[in-house]
């Protein structure tokens, strides 16, 4: 799965920590993962599932029209039909191998994830053939939800009917900047007036949800832009709102020249990133929306599901699927390899294309629950009394006393509850609850 990494400068809250990532996704970090360990994850899918465990389904789909530059995803920008046809194809072999593994056989799904990459990217044609495919070997047909990532520049009404067509609920718009020359600076393959030529489509076709995303601090923002950003998402009124705050991970086009010295003005610092999110918040809520999470913003008049995030926060079964993507089964982490090539020939030869692996206790299972659900704002004891017989308060009495002398979390019986301060920066405080061995591990 292509998640978002983790902190290379874990536990940092200063401005001047500009490269690398504080994201957290999630735990242990992957640098602990192990090529010695894949048998492990075999072993989890030889045996039988975990009693009332949901599964789920993610897709990567790596090509987009350009690379941004502050993008660290593993995709694809010089592919051509025939190319995106066979990666389609081996997606397709590598979900049918795992539908056969007694571990996933017979299991119905309780989401599906088409993540990228842009998966709106892929035609037509090679969209209905691939989900052809897949929904003979591991059917959604019951599922809770299906998200589609969408880029507004690759979208026809066509397309849209075609998402739509294959039953996808959540469509999500990467809409990021409504300033077209923030959006050049960046790299974005599209520009504002591909967004308001797809709304309306989207609209006519009635997708149960749809979430647009925004990030807080590209490159060449000012507040001006900001505003005029967040009012005009506010205006079109979806059911959601994801902000992000821009990161600049290593193996960016913006870090290299952040450290080499050439990249020229100088981004925004982690405070002003902050300021422009809890702006977004402000004006969110005062149009009737409620948070959701450290990042999202939901309407308050309907219901908005996120069954993706809350299933993969507590702990669900997750088939990570495509070139280098994550999962996670029966308490084992897993990996597959991250080279286009390995991975067609892996899949090309009917074997699933694993690359490490990390088995895990119950309390790192315990720990990657705790500092994932409180993303959402806040947790409660009695769900991990019950689920791992544990008492948080006293195993993490450490962080939760540091953190709430520092005025980014309140201790309320048994609920622990985020600050707005404290949400505003939620991922650089989640290191406080590692284990020693893994501060200061790696998320890549």
Not at 49 to 54: A, D, E, F, K, L
Not at 335 to 346: I, K, P
Not at 373 to 393: C, N, P
Request: include cysteine.
């Amino acid at each position: 799965m292509t998640t978002r990494p983790e902190p290379a400068t874990a536990g940092t809250d200063a401005a001047e920590a500009e490269v690398g990532s504080v994201f957290v996704s999630n735990y242990p970090p992957f640098s602990f993962w192990r090529r010695e360990a894949l048998g492990e994850a075999l072993a989890a899918l030889d045996g039988p599932p975990r009693p009332g465990t949901p599964l789920g389904l993610y897709l990567h789909v790596p090509f987009c029209r350009k690379r941004c530059k502050f993008c660290y995803f593993r995709v694809y920008t010089d592919k051509n039909s025939s190319e995106i046809g066979g990666y389609l194809d081996a997606l397709a072999r590598e979900v049918e191998l795992l539908a056969e593994r007694p571990a996933v056989a017979g299991r119905p799904l309780d989401f599906v994830y088409f993540g990228g990459g842009t998966p709106s990217y892929i035609s037509v044609k090679h969209l209905e053939a691939l989900v052809g495919r897949l929904q003979a070997a591991l059917p959604w047909t019951g599922a809770e939800e299906v998200t589609f990532e969408c880029e507004p520049g690759t979208l026809t009404r066509t397309k849209l009917e075609a998402i739509r067509g294959i039953g996808v609920t959540r469509l999500s718009l990467g809409i990021e900047s409504w300033d077209d020359e923030v959006l050049r600076e960046n790299g974005r393959a599209h520009l504002s007036h591909e967004i308001e030529r797809c709304l309306p489509w989207i609209r006519e076709l009635e997708f149960e949800q749809l979430n647009v995303d925004l990030i807080a601090g590209m490159m060449g923002e000012s507040w001006p832009s900001w505003r005029e950003s967040v009012r005009r998402t506010v205006e079109i009124g979806p059911d959601s709102v994801t902000v992000y705050q821009m990161e600049l991970p290593f193996n960016t086009r913006y870090a290299r020249h952040l450290l080499d010295g050439t990249l020229g003005a100088a981004p925004a610092d982690w405070e002003t990133k902050r300021h422009w999110h809890d702006y977004a918040f402000e004006q969110l809520e005062l149009a009737g929306y409620v948070p959701s999470s450290a990042y999202t913003m939901v309407r308050g008049d309907r219901e908005c599901r996120f069954r993706y995030r809350d299933a993969v926060w507590r702990g669900c079964d997750l088939l990570g699927t495509g070139v280098a993507s994550f999962s996670h089964l029966s308490g084992v982490h897993f990996q597959n390899v991250d080279g286009w090539g390995e991975y067609l020939a892996l899949v090309g030869e009917d074997r699933l294309p694993l690359g490490r692996a990390l088995p895990t206790t119950p309390f790192e299972r315990l720990t990657r629950e705790l500092i994932l659900q409180l993303k959402t704002g806040g947790v409660d004891a009695a769900y991990f009394r019950g689920k791992f017989g544990s008492e948080i308060g006293d195993r993490f009495a450490g962080p939760l006393e540091r953190l709430a002398d520092r005025g980014m979390l309140a201790v309320d019986g048994d609920r622990v509850r985020l600050t707005r301060r404290g949400l505003l920066r939620v991922d650089t405080l989640l290191p406080e609850f590692y284990d020693a061995a893994y501060r200061g591990g790696r998320y890549t």
